[in-house]
Protein backbone atom coordinates (compact mmCIF):
# COMPACT_ATOMS: atom_id res chain seq x y z
CA UNK A 1 0.00 0.00 0.00
CA UNK A 2 1.54 3.40 -0.64
CA UNK A 3 1.99 5.84 1.68
CA UNK A 4 0.78 8.84 -0.45
CA UNK A 5 -1.27 8.37 -3.27
CA UNK A 6 -2.32 11.26 -5.74
CA UNK A 7 -4.92 11.01 -8.00
CA UNK A 8 -6.08 13.21 -10.50
CA UNK A 9 -4.92 16.34 -8.84
CA UNK A 10 -5.43 19.65 -10.22
CA UNK A 11 -4.26 23.30 -8.85
CA UNK A 12 -5.07 26.45 -10.16
CA UNK A 13 -4.68 29.97 -9.60
CA UNK A 14 -7.52 31.86 -11.28
CA UNK A 15 -7.65 30.95 -14.80
CA UNK A 16 -4.51 29.19 -14.61
CA UNK A 17 -4.60 25.11 -14.76
CA UNK A 18 -0.68 24.89 -13.08
CA UNK A 19 -1.00 21.19 -12.23
CA UNK A 20 -3.25 19.17 -14.78
CA UNK A 21 -4.97 16.28 -12.88
CA UNK A 22 -1.64 14.03 -12.09
CA UNK A 23 -1.72 10.72 -10.66
CA UNK A 24 1.43 9.44 -8.62
CA UNK A 25 2.43 7.32 -5.44
CA UNK A 26 5.18 6.63 -3.19
CA UNK A 27 5.44 3.85 -0.73
CA UNK A 28 6.81 3.81 2.26
CA UNK A 29 10.41 3.63 2.80
CA UNK A 30 10.39 5.08 -1.21
CA UNK A 31 12.96 7.73 -2.66
CA UNK A 32 10.82 9.17 -4.86
CA UNK A 33 11.75 12.26 -7.29
CA UNK A 34 9.83 14.69 -9.49
CA UNK A 35 11.61 16.46 -12.04
CA UNK A 36 10.42 18.77 -14.82
CA UNK A 37 11.52 22.36 -16.13
CA UNK A 38 10.99 25.55 -13.99
CA UNK A 39 7.29 26.31 -14.16
CA UNK A 40 6.61 22.75 -14.88
CA UNK A 41 4.27 22.57 -11.64
CA UNK A 42 6.86 20.19 -9.74
CA UNK A 43 6.32 23.02 -6.23
CA UNK A 44 2.62 23.49 -6.84
CA UNK A 45 2.02 19.44 -6.68
CA UNK A 46 4.16 19.60 -3.26
CA UNK A 47 2.00 22.69 -1.67
CA UNK A 48 -1.07 20.73 -2.58
CA UNK A 49 0.18 18.16 -0.48
CA UNK A 50 1.50 19.81 2.24
CA UNK A 51 -1.50 20.91 2.06
CA UNK A 52 -0.88 24.58 1.37
CA UNK A 53 -3.28 24.94 -1.23
CA UNK A 54 -6.77 23.57 -0.98
CA UNK A 55 -7.55 19.85 -3.03
CA UNK A 56 -10.98 18.23 -3.80
CA UNK A 57 -12.02 14.86 -1.54
CA UNK A 58 -10.03 12.18 -3.02
CA UNK A 59 -6.93 14.19 -4.50
CA UNK A 60 -4.54 13.71 -2.31
CA UNK A 61 -4.65 10.09 0.10
CA UNK A 62 -1.92 9.36 2.96
CA UNK A 63 -1.37 6.74 5.19
CA UNK A 64 -4.95 5.40 3.37
CA UNK A 65 -6.35 8.61 4.92
CA UNK A 66 -8.21 11.46 2.59
CA UNK A 67 -6.76 14.83 3.54
CA UNK A 68 -8.84 17.10 2.00
CA UNK A 69 -9.92 19.74 4.44
CA UNK A 70 -6.86 18.87 6.48
CA UNK A 71 -4.82 21.72 7.38
CA UNK A 72 -0.86 22.32 6.94
CA UNK A 73 -0.11 21.95 10.66
CA UNK A 74 -2.25 18.99 11.37
CA UNK A 75 -0.65 17.19 8.38
CA UNK A 76 2.69 17.69 9.71
CA UNK A 77 1.69 16.55 13.08
CA UNK A 78 0.86 13.77 11.18
CA UNK A 79 4.36 13.27 9.52
CA UNK A 80 4.06 14.86 6.46
CA UNK A 81 6.30 17.15 6.99
CA UNK A 82 7.77 19.95 3.88
CA UNK A 83 11.00 21.44 3.44
CA UNK A 84 9.73 24.20 1.18
CA UNK A 85 11.70 25.82 -2.09
CA UNK A 86 13.70 29.22 -0.33
CA UNK A 87 14.43 27.51 3.28
CA UNK A 88 11.94 29.15 5.23
CA UNK A 89 13.73 29.50 8.38
CA UNK A 90 13.00 31.54 11.40
CA UNK A 91 15.82 34.66 10.82
CA UNK A 92 15.73 35.88 14.35
CA UNK A 93 15.87 32.29 16.11
CA UNK A 94 19.23 30.83 16.45
CA UNK A 95 20.07 27.53 15.26
CA UNK A 96 19.11 25.61 17.75
CA UNK A 97 15.98 27.61 18.34
CA UNK A 98 15.21 26.86 14.77
CA UNK A 99 15.86 23.22 15.14
CA UNK A 100 13.71 23.38 18.54
CA UNK A 101 10.55 24.61 16.60
CA UNK A 102 10.87 21.47 14.29
CA UNK A 103 9.63 19.52 17.77
CA UNK A 104 7.45 21.86 18.71
CA UNK A 105 4.99 18.97 18.92
CA UNK A 106 6.79 16.64 20.43
CA UNK A 107 6.71 15.78 24.09
CA UNK A 108 9.35 12.71 24.16
CA UNK A 109 12.42 12.75 25.76
CA UNK A 110 15.00 12.08 22.99
CA UNK A 111 14.71 16.05 21.30
CA UNK A 112 17.96 16.54 22.48
CA UNK A 113 19.33 13.45 21.31
CA UNK A 114 18.24 14.48 17.68
CA UNK A 115 19.15 18.08 17.95
CA UNK A 116 22.51 16.35 18.06
CA UNK A 117 21.68 13.98 15.46
CA UNK A 118 21.14 16.89 13.33
CA UNK A 119 24.92 18.56 14.33
CA UNK A 120 26.34 15.15 13.50
CA UNK A 121 24.58 15.28 10.40
CA UNK A 122 25.30 18.95 9.32
CA UNK A 123 28.13 20.05 11.59
CA UNK A 124 28.11 23.30 10.21
CA UNK A 125 24.85 23.53 12.02
CA UNK A 126 26.80 22.51 15.41
CA UNK A 127 29.72 25.35 14.57
CA UNK A 128 26.61 28.08 14.15
CA UNK A 129 24.61 26.49 16.92
CA UNK A 130 24.35 30.03 18.68
CA UNK A 131 24.29 31.94 15.45
CA UNK A 132 21.30 33.65 14.08
CA UNK A 133 19.18 31.98 11.02
CA UNK A 134 19.12 34.97 8.84
CA UNK A 135 23.18 35.68 8.96
CA UNK A 136 23.77 31.88 7.76
CA UNK A 137 24.86 31.23 3.94
CA UNK A 138 22.24 29.66 1.66
CA UNK A 139 24.05 26.59 2.07
CA UNK A 140 24.12 26.44 5.91
CA UNK A 141 20.33 27.97 5.82
CA UNK A 142 19.18 24.85 3.40
CA UNK A 143 20.94 22.11 6.09
CA UNK A 144 19.07 24.46 8.92
CA UNK A 145 15.94 23.94 6.57
CA UNK A 146 16.27 20.17 6.55
CA UNK A 147 17.04 19.05 9.87
CA UNK A 148 14.55 21.36 11.57
CA UNK A 149 12.20 19.15 9.19
CA UNK A 150 13.91 15.76 10.49
CA UNK A 151 13.13 16.97 14.38
CA UNK A 152 10.01 16.21 13.31
CA UNK A 153 10.49 12.77 13.05
CA UNK A 154 8.41 12.94 9.79
CA UNK A 155 7.13 9.78 7.84
CA UNK A 156 6.97 11.40 4.59
CA UNK A 157 9.59 14.53 3.76
CA UNK A 158 9.02 16.39 0.79
CA UNK A 159 11.59 18.24 -0.36
CA UNK A 160 11.12 21.57 -2.99
CA UNK A 161 14.15 22.12 -4.94
CA UNK A 162 17.25 21.39 -2.04
CA UNK A 163 20.00 22.46 -4.56
CA UNK A 164 18.53 25.84 -5.74
CA UNK A 165 21.39 28.36 -5.78
CA UNK A 166 23.93 26.56 -3.67
CA UNK A 167 27.59 25.89 -4.24
CA UNK A 168 28.34 22.10 -5.74
CA UNK A 169 30.39 21.34 -2.59
CA UNK A 170 26.89 21.92 -0.29
CA UNK A 171 24.50 20.23 -3.06
CA UNK A 172 26.56 17.24 -2.73
CA UNK A 173 26.72 17.27 1.25
CA UNK A 174 22.93 17.39 0.94
CA UNK A 175 22.14 15.01 -1.73
CA UNK A 176 24.74 12.28 0.61
CA UNK A 177 22.33 13.30 3.39
CA UNK A 178 19.43 12.88 1.87
CA UNK A 179 20.23 9.59 0.69
CA UNK A 180 21.27 8.94 4.45
CA UNK A 181 17.94 9.83 5.42
CA UNK A 182 15.86 7.88 2.76
CA UNK A 183 18.16 4.96 4.18
CA UNK A 184 16.99 5.08 7.49
CA UNK A 185 13.56 4.70 6.41
CA UNK A 186 12.43 7.96 6.06
CA UNK A 187 9.76 8.38 2.56
CA UNK A 188 10.96 10.69 0.81
CA UNK A 189 9.56 12.52 -2.03
CA UNK A 190 12.27 14.92 -3.51
CA UNK A 191 11.32 17.78 -6.32
CA UNK A 192 14.44 18.64 -8.36
CA UNK A 193 15.17 20.73 -11.46
CA UNK A 194 18.67 18.79 -11.17
CA UNK A 195 17.55 15.72 -13.16
CA UNK A 196 20.84 14.13 -12.93
CA UNK A 197 21.65 14.38 -9.14
CA UNK A 198 18.26 13.15 -8.52
CA UNK A 199 17.43 10.35 -10.90
CA UNK A 200 20.73 9.57 -9.39
CA UNK A 201 19.73 9.14 -5.74
CA UNK A 202 15.92 8.44 -6.17
CA UNK A 203 14.51 4.70 -6.76
CA UNK A 204 11.93 5.78 -9.35
CA UNK A 205 11.02 8.96 -11.18
CA UNK A 206 8.41 10.68 -12.45
CA UNK A 207 8.74 13.72 -15.58
CA UNK A 208 6.48 16.35 -15.64
CA UNK A 209 6.13 19.05 -18.36
CA UNK A 210 3.32 21.91 -18.41
CA UNK A 211 1.25 20.75 -15.23
CA UNK A 212 1.21 16.83 -16.39
CA UNK A 213 2.90 13.89 -15.67
CA UNK A 214 4.76 12.34 -19.04
CA UNK A 215 7.33 10.00 -18.09
CA UNK A 216 7.27 7.73 -14.82
CA UNK A 217 9.52 4.51 -14.27
CA UNK A 218 12.35 3.26 -11.93
CA UNK A 219 14.87 6.33 -12.01
CA UNK A 220 17.37 4.25 -13.66
CA UNK A 221 15.38 3.85 -16.93
CA UNK A 222 14.20 7.19 -16.80
CA UNK A 223 17.76 8.56 -16.62
CA UNK A 224 18.24 6.69 -20.04
CA UNK A 225 15.09 7.50 -21.64
CA UNK A 226 16.37 9.88 -24.85
CA UNK A 227 13.99 11.92 -24.26
CA UNK A 228 14.75 12.79 -21.01
CA UNK A 229 18.22 12.80 -21.98
CA UNK A 230 18.06 15.39 -24.52
CA UNK A 231 15.88 17.82 -22.22
CA UNK A 232 17.39 17.57 -18.73
CA UNK A 233 20.93 15.63 -18.88
CA UNK A 234 22.79 17.46 -21.40
CA UNK A 235 22.93 14.97 -23.94
CA UNK A 236 24.40 12.15 -21.71
CA UNK A 237 22.86 9.37 -19.82
CA UNK A 238 23.21 9.95 -15.88
Known amino acids: MSLLEVKGLEVRYGGIRAVKGIDLAVDAGELVCLI ?103 GEQQMLAIARALM ?37 LLVEQNARLALGIAARAYVMESGAITLSGPAREIANDPKVVAAYLGGEAA
Not at 70 to 91: D, I, K, N, S, Y
Not at 163 to 168: D, E, R
Open 36 to 138: GANGAGKSSTLRAIAGLIAVPPGAVRYAGRDLAGTRAFERARQGLVMVPEGRGVFPQLTVDENLAMGAYARSDREIASDRERMHGLFPRLRERRAQTGGTLSG
Open 152 to 188: SRPKLLLLDEPSMGLAPIVVQRIFEVVREIAAGGVTV
